[in-house]
Protein backbone atom coordinates (compact mmCIF):
# COMPACT_ATOMS: atom_id res chain seq x y z
CA UNK A 1 0.00 0.00 0.00
CA UNK A 2 1.11 3.38 -0.21
CA UNK A 3 1.51 5.12 2.91
CA UNK A 4 0.99 8.53 2.12
CA UNK A 5 -3.50 10.06 2.28
CA UNK A 6 -2.91 11.97 -1.23
CA UNK A 7 -1.23 12.05 -4.62
CA UNK A 8 -0.58 15.43 -5.65
CA UNK A 9 2.38 14.99 -7.34
CA UNK A 10 5.22 13.07 -8.68
CA UNK A 11 7.70 15.42 -7.17
CA UNK A 12 6.98 14.09 -3.97
CA UNK A 13 6.73 10.78 -4.59
CA UNK A 14 9.19 8.29 -4.09
CA UNK A 15 11.05 5.90 -6.64
CA UNK A 16 9.61 3.30 -4.49
CA UNK A 17 6.62 4.31 -4.42
CA UNK A 18 6.16 4.84 -8.40
CA UNK A 19 7.71 1.89 -8.86
CA UNK A 20 4.72 -0.07 -7.06
CA UNK A 21 2.27 2.09 -8.53
CA UNK A 22 3.84 0.81 -11.94
CA UNK A 23 3.79 -2.81 -10.69
CA UNK A 24 0.50 -2.80 -9.29
CA UNK A 25 -1.04 -1.50 -12.85
CA UNK A 26 0.18 -4.65 -14.74
CA UNK A 27 -2.15 -7.01 -12.12
CA UNK A 28 -5.07 -3.85 -12.89
CA UNK A 29 -4.54 -4.13 -16.90
CA UNK A 30 -4.98 -8.03 -15.91
CA UNK A 31 -8.24 -7.29 -14.75
CA UNK A 32 -9.49 -5.02 -17.94
CA UNK A 33 -8.70 -7.79 -20.34
CA UNK A 34 -11.15 -10.75 -18.27
CA UNK A 35 -14.75 -10.88 -19.83
CA UNK A 36 -16.00 -9.69 -15.95
CA UNK A 37 -13.83 -6.27 -15.45
CA UNK A 38 -14.83 -6.18 -12.01
CA UNK A 39 -13.31 -7.00 -8.58
CA UNK A 40 -15.01 -6.16 -5.18
CA UNK A 41 -11.36 -4.44 -3.96
CA UNK A 42 -12.91 -1.24 -2.98
CA UNK A 43 -16.62 -2.44 -2.48
CA UNK A 44 -18.26 0.30 0.21
CA UNK A 45 -15.60 3.07 -0.61
CA UNK A 46 -17.04 6.48 -2.71
CA UNK A 47 -15.05 8.26 -4.65
CA UNK A 48 -16.29 11.53 -5.53
CA UNK A 49 -14.94 13.07 -8.64
CA UNK A 50 -14.80 17.04 -9.02
CA UNK A 51 -13.73 18.80 -12.72
CA UNK A 52 -13.44 22.47 -12.12
CA UNK A 53 -12.17 22.08 -15.93
CA UNK A 54 -13.30 20.45 -18.79
CA UNK A 55 -11.84 16.69 -19.34
CA UNK A 56 -12.72 13.70 -21.74
CA UNK A 57 -10.07 10.86 -20.77
CA UNK A 58 -8.95 11.94 -17.15
CA UNK A 59 -12.29 12.03 -15.82
CA UNK A 60 -14.07 8.86 -17.69
CA UNK A 61 -11.01 6.95 -16.47
CA UNK A 62 -11.34 7.33 -12.96
CA UNK A 63 -14.82 6.98 -12.68
CA UNK A 64 -14.22 3.57 -14.77
CA UNK A 65 -11.58 2.74 -12.39
CA UNK A 66 -13.45 3.39 -9.52
CA UNK A 67 -16.40 1.33 -10.96
CA UNK A 68 -13.99 -1.56 -11.89
CA UNK A 69 -12.73 -1.84 -8.15
CA UNK A 70 -16.48 -1.85 -7.15
CA UNK A 71 -16.53 1.43 -5.24
CA UNK A 72 -19.31 3.76 -5.75
CA UNK A 73 -18.82 6.73 -7.93
CA UNK A 74 -19.90 10.38 -7.23
CA UNK A 75 -19.54 12.88 -10.21
CA UNK A 76 -19.40 17.28 -9.49
CA UNK A 77 -19.43 19.43 -12.16
CA UNK A 78 -18.54 22.92 -11.44
CA UNK A 79 -20.99 24.26 -13.96
CA UNK A 80 -23.99 22.54 -12.67
CA UNK A 81 -23.59 23.18 -8.99
CA UNK A 82 -24.62 25.72 -6.18
CA UNK A 83 -21.16 26.80 -7.42
CA UNK A 84 -22.94 29.32 -10.07
CA UNK A 85 -24.87 30.38 -6.80
CA UNK A 86 -21.70 32.03 -4.98
CA UNK A 87 -20.61 28.92 -3.08
CA UNK A 88 -16.57 28.35 -2.23
CA UNK A 89 -14.33 25.42 -3.29
CA UNK A 90 -14.34 24.69 -0.10
CA UNK A 91 -17.52 24.83 1.37
CA UNK A 92 -18.26 22.68 -1.74
CA UNK A 93 -15.76 20.12 -0.64
CA UNK A 94 -17.00 20.14 3.05
CA UNK A 95 -20.76 19.68 2.31
CA UNK A 96 -19.46 16.96 -0.05
CA UNK A 97 -17.71 15.21 2.23
CA UNK A 98 -20.53 15.76 5.25
CA UNK A 99 -21.90 13.03 2.79
CA UNK A 100 -19.01 11.11 3.67
CA UNK A 101 -16.89 10.22 0.60
CA UNK A 102 -13.22 8.75 0.75
CA UNK A 103 -11.17 9.83 -1.97
CA UNK A 104 -12.43 13.34 -3.69
CA UNK A 105 -10.35 13.47 -7.63
CA UNK A 106 -9.68 17.03 -8.26
CA UNK A 107 -8.97 19.46 -11.76
CA UNK A 108 -8.99 22.79 -10.93
CA UNK A 109 -7.07 25.81 -13.60
CA UNK A 110 -5.83 27.23 -10.05
CA UNK A 111 -2.40 25.90 -9.35
CA UNK A 112 -2.43 24.04 -5.49
CA UNK A 113 -6.16 23.73 -5.17
CA UNK A 114 -5.74 19.68 -5.19
CA UNK A 115 -3.14 20.58 -1.93
CA UNK A 116 -5.46 23.00 -0.76
CA UNK A 117 -8.27 20.84 -0.35
CA UNK A 118 -6.03 17.55 1.13
CA UNK A 119 -5.31 20.35 3.79
CA UNK A 120 -9.04 20.19 4.82
CA UNK A 121 -10.37 16.99 4.44
CA UNK A 122 -9.74 13.60 5.79
CA UNK A 123 -10.60 11.90 2.32
CA UNK A 124 -7.94 11.04 -0.02
CA UNK A 125 -7.17 13.77 -2.79
CA UNK A 126 -5.67 12.83 -6.08
CA UNK A 127 -4.48 16.09 -8.23
CA UNK A 128 -6.16 15.57 -12.08
CA UNK A 129 -4.55 18.40 -13.03
CA UNK A 130 -4.25 21.82 -11.54
CA UNK A 131 -3.03 24.45 -13.46
CA UNK A 132 0.11 24.19 -15.14
CA UNK A 133 1.56 22.74 -11.92
CA UNK A 134 1.39 19.24 -12.32
CA UNK A 135 -0.91 16.43 -13.47
CA UNK A 136 0.78 13.17 -11.66
CA UNK A 137 -1.76 10.54 -13.36
CA UNK A 138 -1.26 11.04 -16.74
CA UNK A 139 2.62 10.86 -16.09
CA UNK A 140 2.21 7.73 -14.68
CA UNK A 141 -0.17 6.42 -17.27
CA UNK A 142 2.45 7.83 -20.08
CA UNK A 143 5.02 6.22 -17.88
CA UNK A 144 3.64 2.48 -18.12
CA UNK A 145 2.67 2.48 -21.21
CA UNK A 146 6.41 3.27 -22.06
CA UNK A 147 7.37 0.33 -19.49
CA UNK A 148 5.07 -2.09 -21.11
CA UNK A 149 6.18 -1.64 -24.95
CA UNK A 150 10.04 -0.82 -23.66
CA UNK A 151 9.89 -3.45 -20.95
CA UNK A 152 12.69 -1.09 -19.21
CA UNK A 153 12.95 2.72 -18.07
CA UNK A 154 16.49 3.05 -17.23
CA UNK A 155 18.89 4.35 -19.81
CA UNK A 156 15.52 5.63 -22.14
CA UNK A 157 15.93 8.42 -24.12
CA UNK A 158 12.69 9.69 -24.32
CA UNK A 159 11.46 13.52 -25.75
CA UNK A 160 9.36 15.90 -24.97
CA UNK A 161 8.10 18.02 -27.72
CA UNK A 162 5.41 21.29 -27.42
CA UNK A 163 4.50 23.63 -25.00
CA UNK A 164 6.58 22.67 -21.73
CA UNK A 165 6.01 26.17 -20.14
CA UNK A 166 2.14 25.74 -19.58
CA UNK A 167 2.27 21.83 -19.23
CA UNK A 168 1.32 20.43 -16.47
CA UNK A 169 2.24 16.62 -18.13
CA UNK A 170 5.69 17.85 -18.81
CA UNK A 171 6.37 19.25 -15.15
CA UNK A 172 5.10 16.20 -14.05
CA UNK A 173 7.16 14.14 -16.27
CA UNK A 174 10.40 15.94 -15.24
CA UNK A 175 9.75 14.93 -11.46
CA UNK A 176 9.04 11.16 -12.76
CA UNK A 177 10.71 10.17 -15.70
CA UNK A 178 14.48 11.05 -14.63
CA UNK A 179 13.86 9.54 -11.13
CA UNK A 180 13.31 6.16 -12.72
CA UNK A 181 16.21 6.19 -15.03
CA UNK A 182 14.56 7.85 -18.23
CA UNK A 183 16.84 10.63 -19.97
CA UNK A 184 14.66 13.35 -20.45
CA UNK A 185 15.13 16.24 -23.58
CA UNK A 186 12.63 19.29 -24.05
CA UNK A 187 11.91 20.35 -27.58
CA UNK A 188 10.42 23.67 -28.82
CA UNK A 189 10.13 27.09 -29.91
CA UNK A 190 12.05 29.24 -26.81
CA UNK A 191 9.00 31.01 -26.12
CA UNK A 192 7.87 27.87 -24.45
CA UNK A 193 10.64 26.55 -23.00
CA UNK A 194 11.51 27.18 -19.25
CA UNK A 195 14.72 29.12 -19.09
CA UNK A 196 17.46 26.76 -17.39
CA UNK A 197 14.86 24.10 -16.93
CA UNK A 198 18.29 21.39 -17.71
CA UNK A 199 19.66 22.67 -14.65
CA UNK A 200 16.76 21.20 -12.49
CA UNK A 201 18.66 17.73 -13.37
CA UNK A 202 21.58 16.14 -15.00
CA UNK A 203 18.92 13.41 -17.11
CA UNK A 204 17.41 16.72 -18.75
CA UNK A 205 18.77 18.48 -21.73
CA UNK A 206 16.50 20.87 -23.92
CA UNK A 207 16.82 21.29 -28.17
CA UNK A 208 15.36 23.59 -30.33
CA UNK A 209 14.30 21.16 -32.95
CA UNK A 210 12.93 17.36 -33.61
CA UNK A 211 15.67 16.67 -36.47
CA UNK A 212 18.41 17.37 -33.53
CA UNK A 213 17.64 14.86 -31.55
CA UNK A 214 15.05 12.54 -33.38
CA UNK A 215 17.78 9.73 -34.22
CA UNK A 216 18.67 8.79 -30.82
CA UNK A 217 14.99 8.58 -29.25
CA UNK A 218 12.74 5.57 -28.17
CA UNK A 219 9.95 7.50 -26.92
CA UNK A 220 8.42 10.74 -28.38
CA UNK A 221 5.66 12.57 -26.26
CA UNK A 222 3.78 15.66 -28.25
CA UNK A 223 1.74 18.23 -26.21
CA UNK A 224 -0.89 20.53 -27.33
CA UNK A 225 -0.72 23.99 -27.23
CA UNK A 226 -1.91 24.96 -23.61
CA UNK A 227 -3.83 27.94 -25.63
CA UNK A 228 -6.24 28.41 -22.01
CA UNK A 229 -3.37 29.22 -20.50
CA UNK A 230 -1.57 31.43 -22.56
CA UNK A 231 -2.10 35.17 -23.00
CA UNK A 232 -0.22 36.41 -25.76
CA UNK A 233 0.50 34.43 -28.85
CA UNK A 234 3.96 32.18 -28.54
CA UNK A 235 4.43 31.37 -32.30
CA UNK A 236 3.25 33.32 -35.28
CA UNK A 237 1.37 30.47 -36.60
CA UNK A 238 -0.15 27.07 -36.34
CA UNK A 239 1.01 26.02 -40.30
CA UNK A 240 4.69 27.18 -39.08
CA UNK A 241 4.65 25.51 -36.01
CA UNK A 242 3.74 22.55 -37.41
CA UNK A 243 6.39 23.01 -39.80
CA UNK A 244 8.88 23.21 -37.15
CA UNK A 245 7.72 21.45 -34.14
CA UNK A 246 5.07 18.67 -35.57
CA UNK A 247 5.71 15.35 -36.67
CA UNK A 248 5.37 14.00 -39.89
CA UNK A 249 6.79 10.87 -42.17
CA UNK A 250 9.30 12.45 -43.61
CA UNK A 251 10.99 13.47 -40.65
CA UNK A 252 9.97 9.85 -38.68
CA UNK A 253 12.01 8.34 -41.32
CA UNK A 254 15.23 9.20 -40.06
CA UNK A 255 13.48 7.98 -36.13
CA UNK A 256 14.55 3.98 -35.11
CA UNK A 257 12.14 1.58 -36.44
CA UNK A 258 10.61 0.86 -32.71
CA UNK A 259 10.11 4.03 -31.43
CA UNK A 260 6.61 4.87 -29.77
CA UNK A 261 4.81 8.19 -30.63
CA UNK A 262 2.62 9.28 -28.07
CA UNK A 263 0.08 12.45 -26.64
CA UNK A 264 -1.86 12.85 -23.68
CA UNK A 265 -4.50 14.15 -25.58
CA UNK A 266 -6.78 16.07 -26.92
CA UNK A 267 -4.26 15.75 -30.18
CA UNK A 268 -4.93 19.00 -32.75
CA UNK A 269 -4.33 16.99 -36.17
CA UNK A 270 -2.20 18.93 -38.37
CA UNK A 271 -0.60 20.72 -35.78
CA UNK A 272 1.71 18.31 -33.05
CA UNK A 273 0.86 15.47 -35.18
CA UNK A 274 0.52 15.34 -39.34
CA UNK A 275 -3.05 12.85 -39.71
CA UNK A 276 -0.73 10.39 -41.44
CA UNK A 277 0.79 9.67 -38.02
CA UNK A 278 -2.57 8.38 -36.82
CA UNK A 279 -3.04 4.81 -38.28
CA UNK A 280 0.76 3.77 -37.93
CA UNK A 281 1.98 0.99 -35.66
CA UNK A 282 4.52 3.37 -33.43
CA UNK A 283 1.46 5.44 -32.19
CA UNK A 284 0.31 4.01 -28.62
CA UNK A 285 -2.17 7.19 -28.23
CA UNK A 286 -5.11 4.64 -27.35
CA UNK A 287 -2.98 2.31 -25.63
CA UNK A 288 -2.01 5.43 -23.20
CA UNK A 289 -5.61 6.19 -22.57
CA UNK A 290 -6.58 2.33 -21.66
CA UNK A 291 -3.83 2.18 -19.66
CA UNK A 292 -5.22 5.41 -17.81
CA UNK A 293 -8.38 3.16 -16.52
CA UNK A 294 -5.69 0.74 -15.27
CA UNK A 295 -3.03 3.24 -13.53
CA UNK A 296 -5.98 4.82 -11.89
CA UNK A 297 -7.32 1.67 -10.78
CA UNK A 298 -3.89 1.15 -9.34
CA UNK A 299 -3.69 4.19 -7.84
CA UNK A 300 -6.79 3.83 -6.06
CA UNK A 301 -6.03 0.68 -4.99
CA UNK A 302 -2.66 1.77 -3.05
CA UNK A 303 -4.62 4.50 -1.58
CA UNK A 304 -7.77 3.53 -0.18
CA UNK A 305 -8.20 -0.06 0.09
CA UNK A 306 -6.01 -0.07 3.93
CA UNK A 307 -7.96 3.22 4.58
N1 LIG B 1 -4.94 13.95 -20.96
C1 LIG B 1 -5.96 14.57 -20.34
O1 LIG B 1 -5.83 15.08 -19.20
O2 LIG B 1 -7.11 14.58 -21.07
P1 LIG B 1 -8.49 15.21 -20.57
O3 LIG B 1 -8.29 16.71 -20.47
O4 LIG B 1 -9.51 14.84 -21.60
O5 LIG B 1 -8.80 14.64 -19.21
Not at 47 to 73: G, H, I, N
Not at 231 to 240: G, H, Q, R, W
Not at 246 to 274: Q, S, Y
Amino acid sequence: MLKRKDLISTKDLTREEAELILETTFGMKEILQREVKKVPSLKGKTVATLFFEPSTRTRTSFELAAKRLSADVVSFTAQASSMTKGETVRDTVKNIEAMIVDAFVIRHRSEGIPNFIAGITDASVINAGDGKHEHPTQALLDTFTILERKKKLEGLNIAIVGDITHSRVARSHMFLLPKLGANLIFVGPKTMIPKDIEKVEPRIKVAGRIEEVIEDLDVIIFLRIQLERIESPLISSLKEYHNHFGLNLTKLKRAKKDIIIMHPGPVNWGVELAPEIMNLENNVILEQVTNGVAVRMAILFLLLSSR
